[in-house]
Every structure is written in structure tokens, then in C-alpha cells.
């Protein structure tokens, strides 16, 4: 009714909400994980948010929404069910916070995949926001104190010039929210692109799409041409090394040896661990024509690919549709390995649970077979980036 009153609107299944004077108390939270208590359930736990200690000057309308998903990463249903009618008066708060700030619920922050869940989710958020401000604070709503690693933390300056938060710099404090929204989730169901399912016609996000020119634009990365390619009709390869104990290529060396001497490859081996800055990693991922690969979290490098580019997973590992759906949610040209009979595994495989196993080996590609899948993909990657820039004049 005024404008010190509590606004709280929300999707029906309380995947995302927008807040105005939202208040949360945490003088009594406890940020310490219980005894024996994995991390990963810590940082999410369900009782964090405790009656009367998040809420505002509003009664809240529970019968509108329709929560059937309750997960922690599938809605904030844990965090906003407990929604008190509290003082939202700045006099009443110990910190009032005026910027703009966006929580969020965080997956893997080690791995590529998952954490570009994180990303594009969030970018998703903007557009239901409409404002795409780098002055804003994004919190992780993570209920420990404990250090937590995010080896691709740059991306962040492509949404924000403030560093990101964590719930536990507020401890002690009654604090005032002046504008918030609480991002859409890394793994809704139908969600974006965690829990995706894809028909197979669908090809070619425009959201996908435009995330991808949104980071590199923020980042300023730019796609740099190579004169002697250009005259000579090099298809650019990135081809990922593996520095972990399983899925590497134990004939590495020899395939990349093989594509250098074809004549028609400019070849980059890639190896990319944290003594590389994330930055100039999709630098390196954007200036490929194809990115090779095993199976594995880096190939969500290809995000970053220009429209006409292709991803060749050296093997998928029993795994078929994780970055096929990802390449064709990108609008990219995906291969595999297609003859088994010509691929060797060093040994059955480490893990206890069959269908995991070829995760938990390492594999030798027979060259001639390779080569023939790198030929007919150089073909296709001249093809449409031939007909995609005669389309763009």
C-alpha cells in the first residue's frame, strides 16, 4: 500500500521471486555444520531460515502457489515458506542494503557443467527482470561459514562489479533488503539446462545463444583470425587434454600428431586447470572451429564456440545425451565415436556400480578411425560457417 511496505511476487512453484523491503533476521543463525554433516547439505540445509526471521510488512498468500518440486535446487520453497508479517522499518534493521541484490542457490562450484547451470540461470533471471545492471550484489545463500573454492569465479564480472557475497557476512544482523530477487535454479525441473529434456528436432536456443554473446561481450573476449589459416583453409581445433587419473586418451599425442600433419587442421592442445585463468580459457575455447574432447565437464566449453562450430566427444562413456543435448541446446553439430570395434579401454573400469564404469578408465583411439570423424567434421564446420556468413552480409 505505501512504499515501506513488503512486496513479495513469485512463479507458482517458487522457482523464482521478486522482493521488495524484505527483511531477514540473522542474529540467531548458526553458521557452523553440524557434526558428521556432509558439506553439500550444510550449505542448503531446510532449517536455516527459522520462524519469524524472514518476512516483511505483507501477509503472505500461501494458497497461490503450487510447490511440487521442494528440492534445494529446484525451488525456495525452504527459504520463503516460513515468510513472516514482520517491521520492515529501516529503524528497526541493524544494515539496510539499497543495491539491487540477487540470491542464489549455488551447484557444483568445481565444475564447469553444473556451475554454468548457475550462470545461465541467472542470465535467465535478468531477462525476467528486465535490466541487465552490473550494480547489483549477488549472495550465495550458503548457510556455512566454510571456504569454498570456484574455479570460475571470473564470470562473474559479466553480471556483477561488486564481489559476490555469502550469507554469513551478515551474521548478527537484523538486515533490510530494499530490492531483491531469488534467481531461477540450477536444477529446476525443465529447467535450463540441468533437467532439460530435449525432443530431437529442437535445435538452437536463442537464450543459449545470447548467453554466450552476453559473457564474451562483458568479458571482452574476441574471436582473432589468423591470416595463414585464413589462406590456407584451416579448420581450428581445440583439442582438451585431461589431467585426471580417468577418460584420457592414452594416445593423445599420436591423433594430435595426425591432425597437424592432414595440413588442414590448426591445431591448440588444450590443457585447462587452474594454473590457466578461466578468461583465457574460453579465449581459447571461442578462437576454435571444433573442440575435442572425452566425455567430461570441460566440453561445456563449447558454449562458447562460434555459431558454425562443432563438438566431437571422443567418446561419450556410456553417457549419450549430456553434451549432445548441451550441443544441440547451443545450436552446435555433434559427433561421437562410432565404431567400438576400434576403440581399446586400458581395463574394465574402477567403480562398483556397472553402468558407471567406463567413466573410471582410459581409452585408445585407433587414428585412421579418428581421422576419418575429424575429416567429415572439418567438411560440415566449412559448410555452415560458409552459409551463416553469406547469410549475415
Given at each position: 500500500k505505501t512504499e515501506k511496505d513488503t512486496s513479495l511476487t513469485c512463479s507458482s512453484g517458487l522457482e523464482t521471486c521478486r522482493a521488495q523491503n524484505l527483511v531477514i533476521d540473522f542474529r540467531r543463525s548458526n553458521f557452523k555444520p553440524k557434526e558428521g554433516e556432509r558439506m553439500a547439505t550444510a550449505r542448503l540445509r531446510d532449517d536455516f531460515i527459522e520462524e519469524n526471521t524472514l518476512g516483511g510488512q505483507c501477509q503472505l498468500k500461501k494458497t497461490s502457489f503450487n510447490v511440487k518440486w521442494k528440492s534445494h535446487l529446484q525451488s525456495w520453497h525452504a527459504?520463503?515458506?516460513?515468510?513472516?508479517?514482520l517491521s520492515a522499518a529501516d529503524?528497526?534493521?541493524?544494515?539496510?542494503?539499497?543495491?539491487?541484490?540477487?540470491?542464489?542457490?549455488?551447484?557444483a562450484m568445481v565444475n564447469m557443467y553444473h556451475h554454468f547451470c548457475d550462470f545461465v540461470n541467472l542470465y535467465a533471471t535478468q531477462h525476467i527482470n528486465g535490466s541487465?545492471?552490473?550494480?547489483?550484489?549477488?549472495?550465495?545463500?550458503?548457510?556455512?561459514?566454510?571456504?569454498?573454492?570456484?574455479?570460475?569465479?571470473?564470470?562473474?564480472?559479466?553480471?556483477?562489479?561488486h564481489p559476490v557475497k555469502r550469507l554469513h557476512?551478515?551474521?548478527?544482523?537484523?538486515?533490510?533488503?530494499?530490492?531483491?530477487?531469488?534467481?531461477?535454479?540450477?536444477?529446476m525441473i525443465y529447467g535450463l539446462f540441468y533437467?532439460?529434456?530435449?525432443?530431437?528436432?529442437?535445435?538452437?536456443?536463442g537464450l543459449m545463444r545470447s548467453f554466450s554473446q552476453f559473457v564474451l561481450s562483458r568479458l571482452q573476449i574476441k574471436r582473432t583470425e589468423d591470416k595463414t589459416d585464413i589462406e590456407k583453409r584451416r579448420i581450428r581445433v581445440a583439442f582438451l587434454s585431461r589431467g585426471t587419473r580417468y577418460r584420457n586418451i592414452l594416445n593423445e599425442a599420436q591423433l594430435v600428431g595426425a591432425l597437424k600433419t592432414a595440413g588442414e587442421?590448426?591445431?591448440?592442445?588444450?590443457?585447462?586447470?587452474?594454473?590457466?585463468?578461466?578468461?583465457?580459457?574460453?579465449?581459447?575455447?571461442?578462437?576454435?572451429?571444433?573442440?575435442?574432447g572425452m566425455h567430461g565437464a570441460?566440453?561445456?566449453?563449447?558454449?562458447?564456440?562460434?555459431d558454425w562450430g562443432a563438438v566431437f566427444e571422443a567418446y561419450n562413456t556410456e553417457d549419450p545425451d549430456c553434451y549432445k543435448d548441451l550441443a544441440h541446446i547451443r545450436g552446435?553439430?555433434?559427433?561421437?565415436?562410432?565404431?567400438?570395434?576400434?576403440?581399446?579401454?586400458?581395463?574394465?573400469g574402477h567403480h562398483k556400480i556397472d553402468s558407471a564404469k567406463a567413466k573410471f578408465t582410459n581409452y585408445n583411439l585407433d587414428v585412421n578411425e579418428f581421422m576419418r570423424i575429424m575429416y567429415k567434421i572439418g567438411k560440415d564446420v566449412r559448410e555452415r560457417r560458409a552459409k551463416i556468413r553469406a547469410e549475415s552480409k
Open positions: 527459504e520463503l515458506h516460513r515468510f513472516a508479517k529503524s528497526d534493521c541493524d544494515l539496510v542494503v539499497k543495491r539491487p541484490t540477487v540470491f542464489m542457490k549455488m551447484d541487465f545492471s552490473r550494480d547489483v550484489q549477488i549472495v550465495d545463500w550458503d548457510a556455512t561459514d566454510t571456504p569454498s573454492t570456484d574455479l570460475f569465479g571470473q564470470t562473474w564480472k559479466a553480471f556483477s562489479k557476512e551478515f551474521a548478527g544482523k537484523r538486515v533490510c533488503f530494499k530490492d531483491v530477487q531469488f534467481a531461477l535454479l540450477p536444477r533437467n532439460m529434456p530435449i525432443t530431437p528436432q529442437c535445435k538452437g536456443s587442421f590448426s591445431v591448440t592442445r588444450v590443457r585447462y586447470d587452474r594454473d590457466l585463468p578461466f578468461v583465457e580459457q574460453i579465449r581459447l575455447s571461442h578462437n576454435a572451429d571444433i573442440f575435442v570441460g566440453l561445456t566449453h563449447m558454449l562458447f564456440l562460434p552446435l553439430s555433434y559427433y561421437t565415436w562410432e565404431n567400438m570395434k576400434k576403440l581399446k579401454q586400458e581395463h574394465e
